[in-house]
Every structure is written in structure tokens, then in C-alpha cells.
């Protein structure tokens, strides 16, 4: 472990490796399928889940210099980052998709963002598609000014699959499949590189588009040298996008609350949820399947 990375978990106290829970669910054993939790909403209260395992390496490299990211108006990347710049002291800069008026009052996410210290500057959707060229990146440079750190939206870059990878290894020999929620890709990219052979992932993305995979592939190829063959898509659980929900999917998430007094997020971890309780009721897992679901997220 490098001092940088020392000191980083020294200040923020991660709980690291995430706890591990079974639950009994009869929904799931009737079809012979063991559901474990992956716990990492608890893994830090103001960086829970996946923005830890993604933020960690590139709070590291940014070294206190303004990190300047990019997300939607609910993005949790957002206010995770916002949340880190409070705990370690540097400045951060949230490049929101949007017009301003249209998000004016903030929701309660922004709203948590500006009061965490991050300046936040809403650009037009047609800008905010065009985020990763160099000319738009120049012009939030020179807007900024003080060589700002760049954050890709979600957090999902080289680092983040890197700081991801440590999820699959810390469930070596404790599961058969892992599924996660996906938004970005990069927290499924570096669980698949962690698992041990033998184990794969599940992928259910958030987003509606079918994009994700060649993001996905594009993220290991860069970060590992080539894909693995480790994972897959189930691209039905969306509920028409980000941000949108169904009445049936709230139902589902109520349910599950209630059996297991466990809060469940609604925009992420229930859709992943939803789509493991499908596939289990479909037949797709051999009886005698553990399955772990990640469990990246809280409620706002």
C-alpha cells in the first residue's frame, strides 16, 4: 500500500472488506437459489458502495488538486465526489446535464452537492454529449482555471476499474454469480476482472440504450489489455431509464424492505434486485446456485 493510500483510508475509515450477509428468501429458495448481500452501502456513509471502490484510486492521483466531474441531476457520483472534496479538504466542480433553471430548486441530490462545497455548473444536453472531447474539456479548463483533476461521469475510468477489481476478489469462493446494477460500466468491468474462475457476473444497467457493453469491453480493454469473458447483460430491468420507476418495481422494493428491514435504493439496487428474483423465477440458475447481490447504494 502506497503512503497516499495509506493516508486516504487512514481519514476516511473505509469498512473494508464489506460485509457479507445471507438472507432467507423463499422466493428465491424454491428455485434452489442462495441470495447473499454484498453489503457495500455500509462501506462509508458519505462514499457507500461502488463510489468508494471507484473514487479511491483517483482521489489518490488527482493529490488535493479541484477534481471537476461530470453526472445527471441525481447523480450519486456527484455527490459522492462532493462528499469526498468535504472530508479531504479539496475543491470540487460538478458539470451537471441540464439547463440550470430547469433544476432550479435544487432536488434534494444537488442540494447536497452545493452544500458539500461543490460549485456546480449546469451545461445544455447537447454540450453534455460532447463532454469527453478535448475542445469542451479545454473550455472547462479555462472556465475553471487551477488544473483541475478530470473525473469521467460516474467515475467509471482505467482507476476505477482497477479500485473495483478488489470487490470480485473479496468474493472469491462465497458465490457462483455476483450481480450488480450497472449505470457507467465500471464497476462491472473490475468485478468481473476480480472474480476467481469458475464465477461470473450479472450486469443490469439502468439506463436504457444497449450501449453498455461495448463500454464495458472498451473500459477492460484499456484498463486489463483485452475483455473478459467473465459477464453478461439483462438490459430488461430498466424501467424505461434513469431515474424512472415502475409502480410494480416500487412494489417489489416495499416487499423486500419489509421482509429484510433493509432499505433498498430504488434507481440502482432495486432494478438489480427485480432482475435476479425474474431470472431465478425463469429458471436461469442451477439449483444449488449462490448468487451475491451488491448492494452499491442507500436511499437518498
Known amino acids: 500500500m502506497t503512503p497516499e493510500a495509506l ?32 453489503r457495500d452501502d455500509l462501506i462509508h456513509p458519505a462514499l457507500p458502495g461502488n463510489k468508494w471502490r471507484k473514487l ?108 473495483c477489481t478488489a470487490l470480485g476478489r473479496e468474493l472469491h469462493g462465497l458465490a457462483d454469480v455476483v450481480a450488480v446494477a450497472c449505470g457507467t460500466g465500471g464497476t462491472l468491468a473490475g468485478l468481473a476482472a476480480g472474480l476467481a474462475e469458475g464465477q461470473r457476473a450479472i450486469g443490469f444497467p439502468v439506463l436504457r440504450g444497449g450501449f453498455l457493453a461495448d463500454e464495458i469491453r472498451e473500459l477492460q480493454r484499456r484498463t486489463l489489455g483485452e475483455p473478459t469473458a467473465n459477464w453478461s447483460l439483462d438490459e430488461r430491468f430498466h424501467c424505461g431509464g434513469y431515474a424512472r420507476t415502475t409502480p410494480e418495481l416500487d412494489a417489489f422494493a416495499a416487499d423486500f424492505e419489509a421482509r429484510h428491514e433493509l432499505p433498498v435504493e430504488r434507481l440502482y439496487v432495486a432494478k438489480m434486485l427485480y432482475g435476479l428474483l425474474t431470472l431465478a423465477e425463469e429458471g436461469s440458475f442451477p439449483k444449488g446456485t449462490t448468487v451475491a447481490a451488491v448492494i452499491t447504494g442507500q436511499p437518498l
Open 56 to 163: 479511491s484510486l483517483n482521489l489518490q492521483e488527482a493529490a488535493g488538486r479541484p477534481v471537476l466531474t461530470f453526472g445527471g441531476a441525481y447523480s450519486n457520483h456527484l455527490r459522492a465526489t462532493a462528499a469526498a472534496g468535504r472530508l479531504l479538504g479539496f475543491p470540487t466542480i460538478g458539470v451537471v446535464r441540464g439547463d440550470e433553471l430547469a433544476h432550479r430548486p435544487l432536488n434534494p441530490s444537488l442540494a447536497q452537492c452545493a452544500a458539500d462545497g461543490m460549485r456546480l455548473h449546469f451545461v445544455d444536453r447537447s454540450t453534455y454529449r460532447r463532454k469527453a472531447e478535448p475542445e469542451v474539456l479545454e473550455a472547462l479548463r479555462e472556465l475553471f482555471g487551477g488544473d483541475p483533476y478530470l473525473v469521467p461521469e460516474g467515475g467509471s475510468n482505467s482507476l476505477a476499474v482497477q479500485g
Open 7 to 38: 493516508d486516504l483510508t487512514s481519514r476516511l475509515r473505509p469498512r473494508i472488506p464489506s460485509p457479507l450477509q445471507g438472507i432467507e428468501d423463499e422466493r428465491f429458495t424454491r428455485h434452489g437459489v442462495r441470495l447473499l448481500l454484498k
